[in-house]
């Protein structure tokens, strides 16, 4: 099995689930209780990369991120090299990608959470942050951990974001779907099996550890 | 609308509500002379609405909600104090607990500026207040249904409020148990001067309890003055509203 990929994907996943944890939890807030007449096309425009072919969001990214745009060369200012084709952009990428697998099961999360419960602790303490911290984030704990284990696997699976943004460098931006793609290529068929059966148990695991956790807090 | 700014000899609160919310409207201005005032009137007549316009979880279309002298809300100027600064109790029919907190902590959420071992202190005498002290390690899931609502109504005390809403807490309750909880409850109120709202349908319980009476009909005061007065001038109506006449 290629080591160095599985590493690399690893790191992408984990990281990219830490981002988009800290992003979903805000915006998965301000979904599921603003009355903005605006807040549809936030809506649609996080959903957007569910019903977009990846190929399609790759390009886009890639040709934000290249010198053509103001953006890319701005960044490319700030960190001395393009986003294009290196990790940071991958992770850019990915966030992208799996940002609707973060953020949509925190809204509902949010959304079931019983109205009364949330004007009690709003009547007893002023401060948002006790709210969130003490009374919504526990209620919303397996939508916390459906987030946080559908943007890892996600990640972890994805093939044609990071293939048209990062390319196949390995160390760099070669995942283990790469690699699988690598391996059938070169007819290796036994190694490829190898790291398919991997991500295959890790997405069964995933998904156990959901309905799981769902089962156990009688969601 | 008359806007006290200040309380004249023997008033505990004046209450000014102006407030339009669809089809609802609700025309509100009278001086609580009495600790514990019972809201009265028939289904829709707009007493929960009055009691959550108060305690700011219903914003108004349109109207002002001035509490002794204070704009808590005023849709012409913007004005809008969120609920919690409002130093309001507020116990609903159905006690709503948070669930994966035990009670000592449920009790305990709202109380703020004080050390931890005061803080842990008034948890204790606001359990001891309603007996229930002995509940303080249980998950709310574990309690019966009085026991949740001594629970809710020692977590809407411990911060001490400038004022206690009571939206129905003792509907289906043991009529002995809603006894034990009046008489410490209503001392407790009076003790510190804490003015209380009480909506209740019960007839007899506003006789038993209240000093003051309110009636309401359709968004507007149709009656406020002592419980036996308004009652006794009023009883054919009042027991035609509530549909026992």
Redesign the interface.
């Known amino acids: 099995m290629d080591q160095q990929a599985i590493f690399l994907t690893f790191r992408l996943a984990a990281l990219t689930t830490l981002i988009l944890l800290a992003i979903s939890v805000p915006l998965g807030h301000w979904l599921a209780f603003s009355k903005a007449h605006w807040k549809p096309l936030v809506e649609a425009a996080v959903a957007l990369p569910l019903v977009l072919p990846p190929t399609v969001l790759g390009f886009y990214l890639l040709v934000l991120m290249g010198p053509r745009t103001a953006i890319g060369r701005a960044v490319s200012a700030l960190l001395g090299h393009p986003l294009a084709f290196s990790f940071a952009g991958l992770l850019v990428g990915s966030v992208i990608f799996s940002l609707p697998f973060a953020v949509q099961p925190m809204t509902s999360g949010f959304r079931s959470v019983?109205r009364?419960?949330l004007?009690?602790?709003?009547?007893?303490?002023?401060r948002r942050s006790k709210i969130l911290g003490?009374?919504l984030l526990?209620?919303v704990r397996p939508s916390v951990l459906a987030a946080a284990v559908l943007a890892f696997t996600h990640t972890v699976g994805e093939f044609g974001v990071v293939l048209m943004i990062g390319g196949n460098i390995p160390g760099v931006t070669r995942t283990l779907s790469i690699s699988i793609y690598d391996q059938v290529q070169d007819f290796a068929y036994a190694q490829a099996n190898h790291t398919a059966l991997l991500l295959l148990s890790l997405s069964f695991l995933a998904l156990l550890v959901i309905y799981r956790h769902r089962g156990n807090a009688g969601v | 609308m008359n806007e006290a700014g200040a309380s004249a000899a023997g008033e505990y609160m004046h209450v000014a509500i102006e407030h339009t919310l669809g089809d609802l409207s609700l025309r509100v201005s009278c001086a609580l002379s009495a600790p514990w005032t019972v809201l009265f009137g028939p289904s829709g007549a707009g007493k929960t609405s009055i009691l959550r316009v108060l305690?700011?979880?219903i914003r108004p279309v349109s109207g002002r909600v001035v509490l002794h002298g204070r704009t808590l809300v005023d849709t012409a100027s913007g004005a809008w104090v969120?609920?919690?600064?409002r130093a309001?109790?507020?116990v609903?029919q159905?006690p709503?607990?948070?669930?994966?907190?035990n009670v000592a902590a449920n009790v305990g959420?709202?109380i703020?500026g004080l050390s931890r071992r005061s803080s842990e202190e008034r948890v204790v005498q606001m359990l001891q207040l309603f007996h229930a002290e002995h509940l303080a390690k249980r998950a709310p899931a574990a309690l019966s249904g009085g026991e949740k609502q001594r629970v809710a109504l020692a977590?809407?005390l411990a911060?001490e409020p400038r004022m206690l809403l009571l939206d129905e807490p003792f509907t289906g309750m043991d009529a002995d148990l809603k006894v034990a909880i009046l008489g410490p409850l209503t001392a407790w109120l009076a003790e510190r001067k804490i003015p209380t709202l009480y909506v209740s349908h019960d007839v007899a319980e506003a006789f038993q309890t209240a000093a003051d009476v309110i009636v309401i009909d359709r968004g507007q005061v149709e009656a406020h003055g002592p419980a036996q007065l308004v009652l006794a001038s009023r009883r054919e109506q009042l027991l035609r509203q509530l549909g026992v006449g």
């Open positions: 019983d009364e419960i004007e009690a602790a709003e009547l007893l303490s002023p003490r009374v526990p209620l | 305690g700011g979880l969120p609920p919690a600064e309001i109790g507020f609903t159905r709503t607990l948070f669930p994966h907190m959420f709202g703020s977590r809407a911060p």
